[in-house]
């Protein structure tokens, strides 16, 4: 069993640490429009963190800024993102952060065969990683990502290197991104909608697989995911994000048994479950506003029951409550942490 | 049935049908080429000679059975003019015309990829309207016109180059070489336009797919995720494109041949209509035809090869 | 890039347009007679009195080429319009009829395809005496192969669409789902393929001309014109500028013609 070195390092920092994170849209002059606004996390050793959020809420831009891997249009605006404490990622330049991408901090992403690519063979683009981080040479690679192929599950991998992705199916190629992912034996592993391509019988095999490697590795994994069941099933704790911002934050018992915000309410409430059978799927009225569309008080206030006036013209703080569980909503606030949000 | 044996048969097809074409222009002549030929001044024995010579004193039909056995063995004949073997004497100037194409490439390449790399690294509504202006000019320019601006340039102004005389081969490689830079400079001209637009085309339509965040995000260096990456996928429609294009290579060395007065295949076609040395153009027509079709077919059949998706099916 | 590739269009119309103005003019005005020879005039740079120069005739060098504008024209037009027609002709029958009849002329094509455009108007022209009628049918006959690929496409495309079904079923005939129906839609491609071709028609034509197998003396051509001028590149540099400036010019503006309205096409779709 290999455990991180780092973690002999006795130190109190988390091992991400996101504060406050701005990220706006490039604009030639002025602010630009802010894409995620104020976002705060914390991930510690060992532990699995989840987003979740529908599409457009800006997880997968979060995810993404991490590792100084944002779209041209986009640039931090403000904030910073510490990696062990020590290395301030956010003002890291790109020769800089290379080193940490693939290295310490890997990540998997939605489309595997998209993810990958089709003029290369899987051996190359296993092997590519190694040599790059860790000097191995073409022969020590090859040996070492035929062992990785065997750690995630593949069958005959001396005949996988050299295959290509179209040859294997959407399952088998996942597999492969999440070896090329923990080649080099990363402290955080940044898995974005990692499940969603693939079928539902698929995606219990990968979910067991990176529970594996968090259990053998120690890694920590940040899961982003719009289903809230993976989530639930991964995740020590959740954050909730709703129109670039944390909405509520907290264990998955915490969210599960006493909703605080409204949306997370909505979204528990959409789950399809045996006990919904014959009962219309329940659905949140309403849209994600977009970006030039957000008001001046809560973003949620338009798809909101309960929203009052106070939420229409102020923005709600994220206020913290019994347990680390976290809001960001009035009525929560009014009734103290104690509420169970009501759709 | 199986795709390499179907496009097999569609070339021989049009193998067919362009000796049956080369074969018929000479044909439809209303009238009787060998008079043709010889001119209102021949006396009946000299047509009926000719005539003999030529063969079209038979049926047209065993005509063409008898010029297409002999077009498969590569006899076209003796030529009018020079009473030599028509394959000869092309055999005889070949090696100026291959040694002009191929310098032609190796420009086209070694100039228009790395241009077509640039063109792509550039980006916004000037880099494009510059990128397309230039490539649309070097199309629209007329290779033979490039040369005669070349010459004009170099040959004359700057006195870099020697004009208007061929070193061949044997003699002197150096000088050959020399000789054949301006006018595969010329020809290279609109090709490296085609290189710069298809290869930007394809290297900006690469760079937008996942795999290149997933590259970066493996923390290689972007010149490695250019050149390890993209570049290999944006390269393969671009040979194709090159490949196609050879055709129009040969066609515009035709013509650029007779810019700079090279000895290749060009010329002697030239000369021979000039001349209505009919065998001699026959030969040199179908010759030039089924190198294009040959080629057209090998690069139809490396791109099946290079792409790995089509290939492992 | 939507503003950029309207430059095309705007662009390639405007150098078409000002070189179809300078054609028309070039049929009642001329600054000299063209093919008036004045030997103690030869072979002058340009000047006020003659502002390209003159030839090694004493010829007018600008009149001469506004002049050899009417044949670029007239050979891109006419051989631009067999293209269509036999293009057409073919096209119909290929992508109607189907099969076997498809599949012959289709072949038919690619061989004429596998001749490098100028090779196969060398061997046309190389039957008869060279002329300005040789030079047009033989270029004309090259440009069916694009028209009748684009066409018998379209036909293809179209054939199966509801909205021929429909026709089919009020009764409609076939010429009436050719012309009426499917015609429509693919016009805008066919302009696209015109306008090539007409490019390509000049520049061929100035290649054959240039060779002396095309366009004859009276008849003027830019790229005879470029012969002449060769023979005197270090006396007279100027004297090859011009014809080939607009060569160059008149294929520039019908590609960025072409190219802009097949994206003004894309755009639309």
């Given at each position: 069993m290999q455990m991180r070195e780092a973690a002999a390092i006795a130190t109190e920092a988390s091992l991400l640490d996101i504060r406050n994170l701005q990220i706006r849209l490039r604009r030639t002059r002025g602010a630009g429009l802010s894409v995620l606004d104020g976002v705060s996390l914390t991930v510690e050793r060992g532990e699995t963190i989840g987003i979740v959020g529908e599409s457009g809420c800006g997880k997968s831009v979060l995810s993404l800024s991490i590792l100084g891997l944002l779209p041209s249009a986009m640039r931090i605006g403000g904030g910073e993102i510490w990696y062990e404490g020590r290395h301030p990622l956010h003002t890291m330049t790109d020769r800089d952060i290379r080193a940490f991408r693939g290295k310490e901090i890997a990540m998997i992403f939605q489309d595997p065969m998209s993810s990958l690519n089709h003029g290369l063979?899987?051996?190359?683009?296993?092997?590519?990683?190694?040599?790059?981080h860790l000097g191995y040479s073409r022969k020590e690679a090859r040996e070492r990502a035929v062992w990785l192929l065997r750690k995630v599950g593949l069958p005959r991998p001396e005949s996988l290197l050299r295959e290509y992705p179209h040859q294997l199916s959407g399952g088998m190629r996942q597999r492969v991104m999440i070896a090329i992912a923990v080649s080099c034996n990363p402290g955080l592993l940044i898995a974005d909608e990692p499940t969603t391509a693939l079928d539902v019988t698929i995606q219990a095999q990968i979910l067991d697989l990176m529970r594996q490697i968090r259990e053998e590795d120690g890694t920590s994994i940040l899961l982003i995911s719009h289903d809230f069941g993976i989530i639930a099933d991964m995740c020590d704790r959740v954050l909730v994000m709703y129109a670039g911002q944390i909405v509520e934050s907290g264990t998955v018992d915490d969210l599960f048994e006493r909703p605080l915000h409204p949306y997370t309410a909505g979204l528990l409430r959409s789950i399809p479950t045996p006990a919904k059978k014959n009962s219309p799927l329940y659905s949140i009225e309403g849209h994600v506003p977009a970006l030039h569309e957000r008001g001046a008080g809560c973003r949620f206030a338009s798809r909101c029951a309960h929203a009052t006036e106070r939420c229409r013209t102020e923005q709600p703080e994220l206020v913290a409550y019994r347990g680390g569980h976290a809001a960001r909503c009035f009525l929560a606030e009014a009734e103290g942490g104690n509420r169970h949000a009501a759709v | 049935?199986?795709?390499?044996?179907?496009?097999?048969?569609?070339?021989?097809?049009?193998?067919?049908?362009?000796?049956?074409?080369?074969?018929?222009?000479?044909?439809?002549?209303?009238?009787?080429?060998?008079?043709?030929i010889l001119g209102t001044e021949a006396t009946d024995a000299q047509i009926a000679l000719l005539e003999e010579k030529l063969g079209t004193d038979r049926p047209l039909a065993e005509q063409f059975a008898d010029w297409l056995v002999a077009a498969f063995r590569l006899d076209f004949g003796e030529s009018l003019r020079f009473s030599e073997p028509v394959t000869h004497l092309i055999a005889g100037r070949l090696p100026v015309t291959v040694s002009l194409a191929v310098m032609s490439l190796v420009l086209t390449i070694a100039v228009g990829i790395p241009l077509g790399i640039i063109a792509s690294r550039a980006r916004g509504k000037a880099a494009d309207m510059l990128v397309t202006i230039g490539t649309q000019l070097g199309l629209a320019v007329p290779s033979f016109w490039m040369g005669i601006m070349l010459i004009l340039a170099f040959g004359l102004t700057l006195k870099w180059f020697a004009v208007s005389t061929f070193t061949p081969w044997s003699e002197n490689p150096l000088l050959a070489v020399k000789s054949l830079v301006l006018p595969s400079a010329a020809l290279a001209v609109p090709q490296i336009a085609i290189v710069v637009r298809y290869l930007r085309t394809s290297m900006l339509e690469q760079l937008g797919l996942d795999y290149v965040r997933t590259?970066?995000?493996?923390?290689?260096?972007?010149?490695?995720?250019?050149?390890?990456?993209?570049?290999?996928?944006?390269?393969?429609?671009?040979?194709?494109?090159?490949?196609?294009?050879?055709?129009?290579?040969?066609?515009?060395?035709?013509?650029?041949?007779q810019v700079f007065t090279l000895p290749g295949i060009g010329s002697l076609l030239i000369t021979a209509i000039g001349n209505r040395d009919y065998p001699l153009v026959q030969g040199l027509v179908v010759l030039i035809a089924f190198t294009v079709i040959a080629i057209n077919f090998v690069v139809d059949l490396s791109y099946r090869w290079l792409d790995p998706k089509i290939r492992l099916q | 890039?939507?503003?950029?590739?309207?430059?095309?269009?705007?662009?390639?119309?405007?150098?078409?347009?000002?070189?179809?103005?300078?054609?028309?003019?070039?049929?009642?005005?001329?600054?000299?007679?063209?093919?008036?020879?004045?030997?103690?005039?030869?072979l002058?740079?340009?000047?006020?009195?003659?502002?390209?120069?003159?030839d090694n005739f004493g010829r007018d060098i600008l009149s001469r080429v506004m002049v050899g504008s009417q044949t670029a024209f007239e050979v891109g037009a006419v051989s631009v319009a067999i293209g269509l027609l036999g293009g057409f002709l073919v096209g119909t029958l290929a992508g109607y009829m189907g099969k076997w009849v498809d599949e012959l002329l289709m072949r038919a094509t690619d061989a004429l395809l596998a001749f490098p455009g100028i090779l196969l108007a060398l061997l046309l022209v190389s039957i008869s005496?060279?002329?300005?009628?040789?030079?047009?049918?033989?270029?004309?006959?090259?440009?069916?192969?694009?028209?009748?690929?684009?066409?018998?496409?379209g036909v293809l495309q179209h054939k199966e669409a509801d909205y021929v079904k429909a026709a089919r079923g009020l009764g409609a005939g076939h010429a009436n789902l050719i012309f009426v129906q499917i015609a429509p839609n693919i016009a805008s491609s066919v302009v696209t393929t015109a306008a090539l071709s007409f490019s390509t028609a000049v520049l061929i034509e100035a290649a054959l001309s240039y060779l002396g197998l095309g366009v004859q003396p009276p008849d003027p051509s830019w790229g005879r014109m470029l012969n002449e001028a060769q023979s005197y590149l270090a006396k007279a540099p100027w004297f090859t500028l011009a014809p080939g400036l607009l060569i160059t010019l008149t294929v520039l503006g019908f590609n960025l013609l072409g190219d802009g309205i097949r994206d003004l096409r894309d755009k639309k779709s």
């Open positions: 063979t899987i051996g190359y683009q296993i092997t590519e990683t190694l040599r790059l | 049935m199986n795709y390499y044996a179907r496009r097999l048969l569609t070339l021989l097809l049009t193998v067919l049908f362009v000796l049956l074409l080369t074969f018929a222009a000479f044909r439809i002549i209303p009238g009787n080429p060998a008079l043709v590259a970066r995000s493996k923390g290689l260096r972007e010149s490695a995720v250019l050149y390890k990456h993209v570049l290999k996928n944006a390269l393969l429609p671009v040979i194709t494109i090159i490949g196609i294009n050879f055709g129009e290579l040969l066609a515009g060395s035709l013509v650029i041949e | 890039m939507k503003r950029m590739k309207s430059y095309s269009l705007v662009l390639g119309a405007s150098f078409v347009s000002v070189l179809f103005v300078v054609m028309l003019i070039s049929l009642v005005y001329t600054p000299h007679p063209p093919n008036e020879m004045n030997i103690r005039e030869r002058q740079a340009p000047s006020v009195r003659h502002w390209l120069g003159t005496k060279p002329s300005l009628f040789q030079t047009m049918l033989a270029i004309g006959i090259l440009s069916i192969p694009s028209f009748a690929r684009v066409i018998r496409s």
